[in-house]
């Protein structure tokens, strides 16, 4: 496999940017917190990308010389899987300028930047969503969803979606137009100074999606790291033609039966790893992203 030599040398730091640190309180959400109240899953901390870049040398001294931020696009949850707007940084979160300081004093230490993509499913407020909730059958993006029938009704979703969510419609990834947007959308912020992209539920979409794309990438930024969710069976993923890893929540399930369970002993928990050592194809452990903390 063809790993970015960077990544073989990356130890990352993931963020998720609602909670790390609220750097400037002028851009935070109606209904904000105060900083150290319970966390749920509906409220809002104020973190954005200026509390990022203020903790960008606590990170470095931790020794993480990479960052992995889920969702800083334009949504309507503090989470932000539910994009509405793949080009916007969300007004929370700051804005392109906002954007800009951070890739910059992220190289300026020498460190990396990859961001979660989203492109198995999209929020309600994307515009083709909501131009196919306001025309119908008659909109031109019929086809980027799948409509089971007219009107559509996301309290009781009548298209496919994810999870069975009505608020998280599901991206036909088999129109080509759906595909060419997603490069350009990948291929815009890796332009923009990023160095590449963790992708999310990329076990829901077809190889030839992901094998097209890498393709587009690396002709372009061949040390862009492209690495992809998945809970089940790295391999299938690991052969070269699509990420440069996985996620590897396989090893880190080990580690917590091992090491904070109790539910393995040591010699099971030697064989499970051989064997899935043994599974992974050769050189592709330097490409897997362990969330490990």
């Known amino acids: 496999m063809q790993i970015p030599d960077w990544v073989k040398d990356a130890i990352f730091y993931q963020i998720f940017p609602e909670r790390f640190k609220n750097g400037d309180p002028a851009n935070d959400p109606p209904g904000t917190e105060p900083w150290g109240r319970a966390p749920t899953r509906d409220n809002f901390f104020g973190g954005d990308l200026e509390g990022i870049i203020q903790g960008l040398d606590y990170i470095a001294d931790l020794g993480c010389n990479a960052l992995y931020l889920t969702p800083i696009f334009k949504a309507a949850t503090n989470h932000k899987y539910d994009t509405y707007d793949y080009f916007q940084i969300d007004p929370h979160f700051g804005d392109d300028a906002t954007f800009d300081r951070l890739v ?67 991206l036909n990834t088999r129109n080509p137009q759906v595909e060419a947007f997603v490069h350009e959308v990948v291929l815009h912020w890796l332009e923009r100074g990023i160095d590449g992209w963790r992708m999310d539920v990329a076990y829901e979409i077809e190889t030839p999606f992901w094998q097209r794309l890498r393709q587009a990438v690396k002709a372009r930024y061949p040390e862009a790291y492209l690495v992809a969710e998945e809970w089940r069976d790295p391999w299938p993923f690991l052969q070269g033609d699509t990420f440069d890893g996985v996620m590897h929540y396989r090893l880190r399930e080990l580690l917590f039966d091992f090491f904070l369970k109790n539910a393995l002993a040591a010699d099971s928990f030697a064989r499970a790893l051989t064997l899935l050592r043994e599974r992974l194809p050769e050189g592709s452990q330097w490409g897997m992203l362990t969330l490990f903390g």
């Open 104 to 170: 910059a004093e992220v190289k300026r230490r020498g460190m990396r930047l990859v961001l979660d993509g989203v492109f198995n499913h999209c929020g309600v407020g994307f515009a083709p969503f909501r131009d196919l909730l306001e025309q119908g059958e008659g909109s031109p993006y019929r086809d980027w969803f799948t409509p089971y029938s007219f009107p559509l009704k996301p309290e009781l979703p009548n298209y496919a979606t994810c999870g069975g969510v009505g608020w998280l419609p599901r």
